[in-house]
């Protein structure tokens, strides 16, 4: 019989792990909180309405025998840590579901816990919340940023989020404002490797806290020069000041927006998008830069 996988949240990254759960052979559910058409119409995966309760989670878990649940919903805000505490209630309930990873998708959560800080309220404490507990497996999959912004739209299920990922590859708009000197590490990984190991994890009997992976390590002033020299464009790259990222999240009228604009600032100039190295899982091999822009060319999703 098919192993059972459960994705919470019918968005962008849940596509990739749809395919790539279907791939290796797992029968997938995925639970969304209203029809989402891309995942409802699909004959091959089981779709369920939810309302992420606990109660919902548990009978959806047991009914198909849910071996493993991956939270993949997008919110930086109460909602976050309600859902994920709906999971975990769930899971240590439930007779099957016993593994469990959060929608963490950060960087390096080592050294730069807090960074960005929108997750200061959401994901630090539900990683303390996780570690207090010993019911349910759980690791958090790390993984800088997606590199898939590299890619134009038509070859992505990322939506467009030009400028917090601060090149724009679809409009034509050449100006790039790098936030410090574009000097700093940054890590990245094409999100359908990351739902790869998403896959392989399943594979493996014990997890570590974390789940490190990183398909390249590079800076904002090479991946532009890269994607120049790739696209035959002249990017105009200014560099912002950290002293006016820093003045904007000091500043006590700042909107939330601008805030969240600066928190993802800071994450790039801080070299919190870089998973530490010698913490990298490596059994799944991960796609560079310059294969993903190879793999754009091609047609379908990189
Ligand atoms: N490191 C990176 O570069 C990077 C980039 C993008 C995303 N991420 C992370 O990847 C994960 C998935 O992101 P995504 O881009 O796939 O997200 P998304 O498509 O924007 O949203 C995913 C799901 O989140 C749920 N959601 C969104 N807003 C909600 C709200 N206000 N209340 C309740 N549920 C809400 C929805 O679930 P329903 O199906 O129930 O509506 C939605 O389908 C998140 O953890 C995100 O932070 C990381």
Not at 32 to 61: G, N
Not at 88 to 113: M, Q
Not at 158 to 185: Q, R
Request: charged letters at 25%; glycine letters at 6%; one cysteine or more.
């Amino acid at each position: 019989m098919a192993r059972t996988v459960a994705l919470v949240g019918a968005g962008d990254v849940a596509k990739y792990f749809v395919e790539e759960f279907l791939r290796v052979g797992y029968k997938v559910i995925v639970l969304s909180r209203a029809a989402r058409p891309w995942f409802s119409d699909r004959p091959d995966i089981i779709f369920c309405v939810s309302d992420y309760t606990t109660a919902s989670f548990l009978e959806i878990f047991d009914t198909y025998t849910v071996e493993a649940v991956f939270c993949l919903i997008h919110d930086n805000s109460f909602l976050y840590t309600s859902v994920h505490e709906s999971i975990l209630s769930a899971c240590t309930a439930s007779k099957t579901a016993k593994r469990f990873v959060p929608s963490e998708y950060d960087g390096n959560i080592d050294v730069h816990w807090d960074k960005p800080r929108f997750h200061l309220h959401t994901h630090v404490p539900f990683r303390e919340r996780l570690a207090r507990q010993d019911a349910i497996k759980y690791t958090l999959l790390c993984h800088g940023w997606f590199m898939d912004y590299v890619v134009p739209a038509d070859k992505i299920y990322l939506k467009d989020i030009y400028p917090v990922w601060p090149v724009d590859i679809n409009n034509g708009f050449d100006d790039v404002v790098i936030p410090g000197s574009g000097e700093e590490a940054i890590g990245l990984t094409a999100a359908r490797d990351v739902a790869r190991v998403g896959a392989q994890l399943l594979e493996v009997p014990e997890w570590t806290e974390k789940t490190y992976v990183c398909g390249e390590y590079t800076t904002w002033n090479v991946l532009i020069a890269q994607l120049g020299r790739f696209y035959g464009r002249r990017f105009n790259i200014v560099y912002k000041p950290v002293s006016g990222v820093q003045k904007v999240m000091d500043d006590p009228a700042a909107t939330e927006t601008a805030l969240n604009f600066a928190y993802m600032e800071e994450w790039n100039f801080s070299g919190a998008s870089a998973p530490p190295k010698e913490q990298l899982l490596s059994e799944v091999r991960l796609r560079s830069v310059a294969e993903l822009l190879e793999d754009g060319k091609r047609g379908g999703v990189v």
